[in-house]
């Protein structure tokens, strides 16, 4: 029987680190479903320590996922390892990962601790995991840039404290595949106890080499377990991204003779609400999930495919979710239709009223829009009024006036703290004047660093996707809005950033 492939997704901890990409409660649980029915083997949950809403976004994640292994990030000190194994108490299965650097510049600047005490620590931080819960890792933090030697030492005196797996992070994006694949094969075979742990590889994506660094740990190396995002979310430039890992051993399972337990048919969906939550929009060209990953445009191409699919194509579009656009509900649709149809897309709304509130959203857009899609369905329910009535600011009306040749004009009306106000402006064009109407009464004074209108479906009749991306006192946040018509998703973004700009989001970095 071959080897089982772990895959161990960080989307919701290592993924959320990225500025602008932080989730609330609700949408962490709602992709945490999604990848539950991904099948993926271990969640990382969060990092329970870091602030009052990570701790909570991993209980409630613990207590509703049954069939993965849920984990949650500490620092190795007693106090995060407590408050992990807290958060974790309701997991059918539950990981605790510890991590210290190890590095001899992340030991001596950040930490300013000696090998000798990083190594006590590392011991304590596992014996005291261990006596919590039976399932621990381990991470020497940058530990692709670490002495060897004293890696080894460390790794070796961990797995003798119980820890289960062993990660090596290339935490810097710093290493190349070859090499990081010989790294963790001389790891392995010179560490006396290393049979008695999985090995892990976690490869951030600086050089663009992270699926290939974490394949050749794979390959090389021996490791069973790969740590990866959806789309690859991550700090930087990302993490090692899920889909295209999985497809690649899954499509060359004659090279790497790996089995998985990833359903892979779910991965299209997990990659459309990752980025819708986030806001982090999909590259076209992007391996797997991209607009255009299984889209033919050349004519040889495409009379090639027509004849013998295999001549172009290597995976099959709907092995990982792509299925032609389908039109799913319409106009004359019921409330249970569109319930059952938020079941299967794996929403699950917390009350009745979240959910009447969204089938209220729901038909008011399919009288402005007659084919809705599942990306509408999404949408509309990624949209923060449906679910938080109790916001800062909320949307209610939009006009505007643009005429070739004059400053366009908007007048706004959006609640504040439960009071609805009116604001005017003018602007380089309807977007720019709606903004600035808001602004003109929150006096928010944040800078927007990213402005993007994504056509949710394709076509000029689909709705607009609009990200606005706020900075504002070493905050970065981002807001998404969906409508059919771009100013008021623009402005919808616009309000929806600063709900979250506002929100309290006190927290401890878990590399800084
Ligand atoms: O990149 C990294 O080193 C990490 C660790 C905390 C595992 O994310
Ligand atoms: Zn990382």
């Known amino acids: 029987m071959a080897d089982k492939l772990i895959i161990f997704d960080t989307t919701l901890r290592d993924g959320e680190q990225s500025p602008g990409a932080s989730m609330n409660k609700d949408e962490k649980l709602r992709i945490a479903r999604q990848l539950e029915r991904l099948k993926v083997d271990v969640i990382e949950a969060g990092f329970a320590a870091s602030s009052n809403g990570d701790f909570e976004a991993v209980q409630c994640i613990a207590n509703a996922i049954k069939d993965s292994t849920i984990c949650s990030l500490s620092r190795a000190n007693d106090r995060d390892i407590s408050r992990a194994a807290e958060a974790l108490q309701g997991a059918n299965s539950a990981r605790i990962h510890t991590f ?41 933090e940058d530990g692709y840039r670490s002495d060897v030697d004293f890696l080894c030492r460390v790794i070796e005196a961990v797995i003798s404290e119980g820890a289960t797996t062993i990660n090596v992070p290339d935490t810097v994006g710093y290493a190349v595949p070859e090499l990081y694949g010989n790294f963790i094969k001389n790891l392995r075979e010179r560490i006396p106890n290393s049979d008695k742990a999985i090995w892990s590889v976690h ?87 991209g607009a255009n990953a299984f889209a033919h445009a050349s004519g040889i191409h495409q009379d090639g495919v027509l004849k013998a699919r295999d001549t172009y194509e290597i995976m099959r579009a709907e092995d990982v979710g792509w299925t032609a656009n389908k039109i799913v509900l319409g106009k004359l649709s019921g409330r249970n239709a569109f319930k059952q149809r938020l079941q299967e897309l794996g929403v699950q709304l917390e009350s009745e009223a979240d959910v009447n509130n969204a089938f209220a959203k729901f038909k008011e857009l399919a009288d402005r829009k007659s084919e809705i899609f599942d990306e509408d369905i999404l949408a509309l329910v990624s949209d923060e009024s449906v679910t938080h009535d109790k916001e800062q600011y909320g949307f209610v009306s939009l006009s505007q006036h643009s005429e070739t040749g004059e400053r366009p004009q908007a007048c706004i009306v959006f609640t504040a703290d439960g009071k609805e106000v009116k604001s005017s402006s003018d602007g380089n064009g309807p977007v720019d004047a709606s903004l600035k109407a808001i602004e003109a009464h929150v006096k928010s004074g944040a800078e927007m660093v990213l402005y993007s209108v994504n056509a949710i479906s394709g076509s000029t009749e689909s709705q607009g996707e609009v990200t606005v991306r706020l900075q504002n006192s070493g905050r970065v946040v981002n807001g998404i809005g969906a409508d059919p018509d771009i100013v008021v998703a623009s402005a919808k973004a616009y309000l929806s950033a600063l709900n979250k700009l506002h929100s309290k989001a006190d927290r401890v970095a878990a590399q800084g």
């Open 100 to 140: 210290i650097a190890t590095s001899a510049l992340h030991m001596e600047k950040k930490l300013r601790m000696t090998p000798d005490q990083v190594f006590e620590q590392a011991k304590l931080a596992v014996r005291f995991a261990r006596n919590l819960v039976n399932d621990v890792e381990f991470s020497p």
């Open 203 to 289: 490869c951030h994506n600086d050089l663009g080499m992270a699926v290939a660094n974490s394949l050749a740990g794979v390959k090389i190396g021996g490791a069973r377990q790969v740590e990866c995002t959806i789309n690859g979310l991550g700090e930087r430039a990302g993490n090692c991204s899920l889909e295209e890992v999985v497809m690649a051993v899954k499509t060359r399972r004659d090279y790497f003779g790996l089995d998985l337990g990833i359903d892979t048919k779910h991965i299209l969906a997990a990659s459309r609400m990752v980025s819708q939550t986030t806001g982090f929009v999909v590259q076209p060209n992007k391996a797997v999930v």
